[in-house]
C-alpha cells in the first residue's frame, strides 16, 4: 500500500509519450460485459491483486467446461501459485492431452511481478476462448496452461513505487519473491518455490511452446512488443530456425494489423542508449529462455516495452499469445520434428557461454532520437529522449560465437555422498541412474587450481558465487560404492546436464556455490612438526631442493611469508588432504 510520504512523492518524470491508438481496443468489451475483467473496468491502467484476481478467474473456471484450476505450488508466505488449464474438452491429464494430437503451450506472467501485463491480457484471452465464444477456434488445435502469476509474494508487495520508468499498472508488484531472490535467475538451482513449482509442470505437461511473460527496462523506442529467443548458433538450432521461420512472421504480422510495433528483443550495447549498437544477447540456463533453449524446449521470452502506456502493452501481450496459440496448432508436427532434432542431437561440444562475433552486422532500428546532455547532478553526458520517431541503422552485435566449449563426455558419476546433487537434477527432469552395485571404471576427475575462489562482496541471488581457474584432469580408474549416481549425456537433457555439471560453466552447481566445501580445508599442521619436517625432506630430497629455491628467487611475496613456504612444503606431504579442491563428479570419456 502506498503510505502518506509517498503520496506526496512525484512520479519520475519519464520521456515523452506519443499517442498511439490501434485495433486492438476493439478486444476490450464494453463497461456492461458481465465478464468483463477488473483491469479492464479500470481502462486497463490498474490491475486487479491476488485475491480479486483470483475471484475472477474462478467464477470463470465455473462458467467455462472448457477450463480447470490448478494449484501447482505454494509460495513462501502460503500462497497458492496457480494454473489455468484451457482444453477444448476440458481434459486435466497431460497423457490425455497428449493423446488429441493438440499443441500443448505454456505461458506466465509476473515472474517479476512489476511485469504482470500478462495477466491481464491472459484473462481477457481465457474469457474470450471459451463464455465470450470470440477466440474458441484457437481451442480447436492448442490447449494453454496459463500460471497468471508465478511470484505470487512478489506479485502482492504492491506500490505506485515499485518501477520509476515503467508506465504502469497505477500499482504493481515486487521484482523478487519474499526472500528477494529473483525468479529468473533461478532456471539452472531451482531454490524459489515458484521456479521449482514451474519446473514441475514442464516435467508433468511436456509442452510444446513456452511463453515467458516480461516487461523492458532500458532505452526508448518505437517497438512496443518486443519477443526473442536464443539463435539458431546456440543449443538448439532447429527449434530456432523453427521460430524465426515460422512463428515471427506470423507473430509480427498479427501484432502489426493490430496497429503494434514488433521487435526483437532489445539491449542497449553500452547499457543506456542505442547509440554504440544493440546486443543480441545469447542467455545461459539460470534465464528462462536459455534453460528452455538448453532443455530443448521452444522458449520465446517477451518484453513489453516500459515506457509504453499499460493499456497498450496488455493489448499486444493478448495479441502475441493469440498468435503464438494459433501457429503451435496449425504447425504443431513442424514444430515437434524440430524439438525432436535438438533433442536427439548430441552434438560432440557443448558451449558453456558465449561471445561477439568477430564483425557486428547492422540492423534497421525504429528508434526514438535522443540528446546527450551534461548532467549537473552526474557530471556526465546523458541521454534525453525527444519522443520524436527515428530510423537508422545501427551495428548489432551479435553473442553468437562459442567461448569456452567442453566435450561432451558418455556420463557423469556422481559419489553417493552428494546425493543432493542427483536430486538436483532429478528435479530438471534430468535421467538419473542409481549404481546398484560397487563400480570401478575409467574416468576423468578435475582438480581445481589452487588461487582462491573470488566470491565477490556482496552474495548474488542469495549464492556465493565461485569462479575458479582452469581445473586440471587427469584419468584413472576410479571406485565408487553402490548408491552413486550415473548421468548419461546421449539422453533429452543431456546438454543441460553439461551445463549444470562441468564446473567452468556459468551456472553449474559449481559456480553457484553447490560443492563450496571441498574448497575447505580441514586439517592442518603445527609449526614444531612442519619446519623440522621440511628441513629433513630439503636434506634428503635434491629435486625439491633446487623446486624451492627456484621459487624463492622467483616470487618475493612467498619468500616473505613464513607461513606460505611452511604451506608449500606441507602440500608435498602425504599429511596433506588429497581431496582437497577435487571435484567430484567424474566425466565418463566417449569410447
Same mark, same amino acid.
Given at each position: 500500500s502506498t503510505t502518506c510520504a509517498q503520496a506526496q512523492f512525484p512520479p519520475a518524470p519519464l520521456p515523452p509519450l506519443p499517442d498511439w491508438s490501434g485495433a486492438s481496443e476493439q478486444l476490450i468489451v464494453q463497461a456492461d460485459d458481465p465478464w468483463i475483467t477488473p483491469a479492464e473496468r479500470t481502462g486497463l491502467t490498474e490491475t486487479p491483486d491476488y485475491a480479486e484476481t483470483m475471484t475472477w478467474l474462478d467464477r470463470l473456471v465455473e462458467a467455462a467446461p472448457e477450463l480447470n484450476r490448478f494449484r501447482i505450488g505454494t509460495s513462501a508466505q502460503g500462497r497458492a501459485i496457480n494454473m489455468i488449464i484451457a482444453d477444448r474438452d476440458g481434459l486435466t491429464d497431460p497423457v490425455a492431452i497428449a493423446r488429441t494430437g493438440r499443441a500443448l503451450v505454456? *505461458?506466465? *506472467?509476473?515472474?517479476?511481478?512489476?511485469?504482470?501485463?500478462?495477466?491481464?491480457?491472459?484473462l481477457m484471452l481465457l474469457r474470450d476462448m471459451t463464455v465470450a465464444g470470440e477466440r474458441e477456434t484457437l481451442l480447436e488445435k492448442a490447449s494453454l496452461l496459463f500460471i497468471p /502469476?508465478?511470484? !505470487?509474494?512478489g506479485h502482492e508487495r504492491s506500490s505506485a513505487y515499485n518501477r520509476m520508468n515503467q508506465r504502469g499498472p497505477? %500499482?504493481?508488484?515486487? @521484482?523478487?519473491? *519474499?526472500?528477494?531472490?529473483?525468479?529468473?535467475?533461478?532456471?539452472?538451482?531451482?531454490?524459489? @518455490?515458484?521456479?521449482?513449482?514451474?519446473?514441475? !509442470?514442464?516435467? @508433468?505437461?511436456?509442452?510444446?511452446?513456452?511463453?515467458?511473460?516480461?516487461?523492458?527496462?532500458?532505452?526508448?523506442?518505437?517497438?512496443?512488443?518486443?519477443?526473442?529467443?536464443?539463435g539458431p548458433h546456440a543449443?538448439?538450432?532447429?527449434?530456432?530456425?523453427?521460430?524465426?521461420?515460422?512463428? @515471427?512472421?506470423?507473430?509480427?504480422?498479427?501484432?502489426?494489423?493490430?496497429?503494434? /510495433? =514488433?521487435?526483437?528483443? /532489445?539491449? *542497449?550495447?553500452?547499457? #543506456?542508449?542505442?547509440?554504440?549498437?544493440?546486443?543480441?544477447?545469447?542467455?545461459?540456463?539460470?534465464? %528462462?529462455?536459455?534453460?528452455?533453449?538448453?532443455?530443448?524446449? =521452444?522458449?520465446?521470452?517477451?518484453?513489453?516495452?516500459?515506457?509504453?502506456?499499460?493499456?497498450q502493452r496488455v493489448l499486444g501481450t493478448y495479441v502475441l499469445m493469440a498468435e503464438a496459440l494459433r501457429v503451435a496448432g496449425e504447425n504443431i508436427d513442424s514444430l515437434r520434428a524440430a524439438v525432436e532434432t535438438d533433442r536427439t542431437r548430441f552434438a560432440d561440444t557443448v558451449p558453456m557461454d558465449w561471445q561477439p562475433g568477430t564483425?557486428?552486422?547492422?540492423?534497421?532500428?525504429?528508434?526514438?532520437e535522443s540528446e546527450l546532455e551534461l548532467s549537473e547532478i552526474t557530471g556526465t553526458m546523458v541521454p534525453r529522449w525527444t519522443g520524436r520517431p527515428i530510423t537508422q541503422v545501427i551495428p548489432e552485435i551479435e553473442l553468437n560465437q562459442a567461448g569456452l566449449e567442453i566435450k561432451r563426455p558418455a556420463a557423469y558419476l556422481i559419489p553417493i555422498e552428494w546425493r543432493d546433487i542427483a536430486e538436483r537434477l532429478v528435479a530438471q527432469g534430468i535421467r538419473v541412474e542409481v549404481v546398484d552395485r560397487p563400480l570401478s571404471v575409467m574416468a576423468t576427475r578435475y582438480q581445481l587450481p589452487d588461487a582462491?575462489?573470488?566470491?565477490?562482496?556482496? =552474495?548474488?541471488?542469495?549464492?556465493?558465487?565461485?569462479?575458479?581457474?582452469? =581445473?586440471?584432469?587427469?584419468?584413472?580408474r576410479i571406485e565408487l560404492p553402490a548408491g552413486s549416481f550415473r548421468v548419461t549425456t546421449d539422453q533429452p537433457l543431456g546438454t543441460l546436464?553439461?551445463?549444470?555439471?562441468?564446473?567452468?560453466?556459468?551456472? %553449474?552447481y559449481f559456480q553457484w556455490g553447490d560443492f563450496a566445501s571441498i574448497l575447505q580445508r580441514t586439517e592442518y599442521y603445527e609449526e614444531y612438526a612442519m619446519e623440522p619436517l621440511a628441513r629433513r625432506m630439503l636434506k634428503s630430497d635434491p629435486a625439491l631442493r633446487a623446486r624451492f629455491e627456484q621459487k624463492l628467487l622467483a616470487e618475493p611475496a612467498f619468500a616473505g611469508d613464513a607461513d606460505a613456504r611452511l604451506r608449500w612444503f606441507y602440500r608435498q606431504t602425504p599429511y596433506y588432504d588429497q581431496t582437497h579442491r577435487r571435484?567430484?563428479?567424474?566425466?565418463?570419456? #566417449?569410447?
Open positions: 505454456l *505461458a506466465h *506472467a509476473g515472474i517479476h511481478s512489476g511485469e504482470i501485463d500478462g495477466k491481464d491480457a491472459g /502469476i508465478l511470484n !505470487v509474494d497505477e %500499482s504493481m508488484g515486487w @521484482r523478487t519473491n *519474499a526472500r528477494n531472490l529473483n525468479l529468473n535467475r533461478d532456471f539452472a538451482r531451482l531454490d524459489t @518455490r515458484g521456479v521449482r513449482a514451474l519446473t514441475s !509442470v514442464v516435467k @508433468r505437461w511436456q509442452p510444446d511452446l513456452y511463453l515467458d511473460l516480461h516487461v523492458t527496462d532500458g532505452a526508448d523506442y518505437q517497438y512496443d512488443i518486443t519477443y526473442g529467443w536464443n543449443w538448439s538450432p532447429a527449434i530456432a530456425g523453427w521460430l524465426d521461420q515460422s512463428l @515471427r512472421p506470423a507473430v509480427d504480422r498479427a501484432l502489426s494489423d493490430y496497429g503494434h /510495433i =514488433p521487435g526483437p528483443l /532489445i539491449f *542497449a550495447a553500452n547499457g #543506456r542508449d542505442l547509440s554504440d549498437g544493440m546486443l543480441s544477447w545469447t542467455a545461459g540456463p539460470r534465464f %528462462s529462455n536459455g534453460w528452455g533453449d538448453a532443455r530443448h524446449l =521452444p522458449t520465446i521470452l517477451v518484453e513489453n516495452h516500459s515506457l509504453k502506456p499499460y493499456r564483425e557486428p552486422g547492422e540492423i534497421e532500428f525504429k528508434g526514438i582462491a575462489p573470488d566470491t565477490g562482496a556482496i =552474495p548474488f541471488e542469495g549464492r556465493a558465487r565461485y569462479v575458479s581457474g582452469q =581445473p586440471q584432469a587427469e584419468t584413472l546436464a553439461v551445463l549444470l555439471l562441468e564446473p567452468q560453466s556459468p551456472d %553449474s571435484y567430484p563428479v567424474l566425466r565418463v570419456p #566417449r569410447s
